[in-house]
């Protein structure tokens, strides 16, 4: 019966953010009220809050699948490998997988979503209540293999850096260039990204 509670939930909670997000990619996202997207996904406003704390949940939740990551990939490194090779590695994994969240990814609804985001002020200043809440789990990390101020000044730059190039890929494929030309260009800046990291260590 849990398992069967559990299914239910998760149906619900996908429910409730796919009209979600249809309707702010369509409207906008300050255009849609919440009792609508209720109504959309057959269930009450109660019940929405209750997957969803605040509207921006409603959006946000899919990049909050990703907190905490980069702390998990330093800690589930393989030995002998530096912690900025190992997020060097997944950020180039992640655009050779397409993954939404490095930017490279010309799929129109993905790219939709990234503007919503980028352009929506309350959204974007979600953004970076999940990326503090990333680099403290980062710097702690890190903190396992150098001093804490060289670990919390490190993952404040890796996961700025992230952030610019992901912003970048998206930047140059809402332009209408090529995924192909994007993705040779995001990997040399990613490169170059983590050069310079590297450097600063």
């Avoid at 019940?47 to 409603?58: I, M």
Wanted: proline share 4%.
């Amino acid at each position: 019966m849990t398992g069967l509670r559990k299914l239910q939930r998760q149906r619900v909670h996908e429910a409730i953010s796919t009209a979600a997000i249809a309707l702010f990619l369509e409207r906008g996202f300050d255009e849609v009220p919440v009792t609508e997207i209720a109504a959309a996904a057959g269930v009450s406003k109660p019940t929405l809050f209750k997957y969803f704390p605040t509207k921006e949940d409603l959006v946000l939740h899919r990049i909050a699948d990703h907190q905490g990551e980069a702390a998990r990939v330093v800690r589930g490194r393989p030995a002998g490998q530096a912690p900025l090779e190992a997020l060097r590695r997944h950020f180039l994994d992640g655009l050779a997988g397409r993954d939404p969240v490095t930017g490279l990814n010309d799929h129109p609804n993905v790219v939709a979503f990234h503007r919503m985001v980028f352009t929506t002020p309350s959204l974007f200043a979600r953004v970076f209540q999940y990326m503090a809440s990333d680099e403290r789990a980062l710097a702690e990390a890190l903190a396992e293999t150098m001093d804490e101020l060289t670990a919390a000044l490190l993952a404040a730059q890796v996961l700025v850096a992230q952030r610019v190039l992901a912003r970048r890929n998206w930047e140059l494929l809402a332009e209408g260039r090529p995924l192909e030309e994007v993705e040779r260009e995001a990997v040399r800046a990613a490169g170059h990204a983590f050069d310079l990291l590297c450097k600063s260590v």
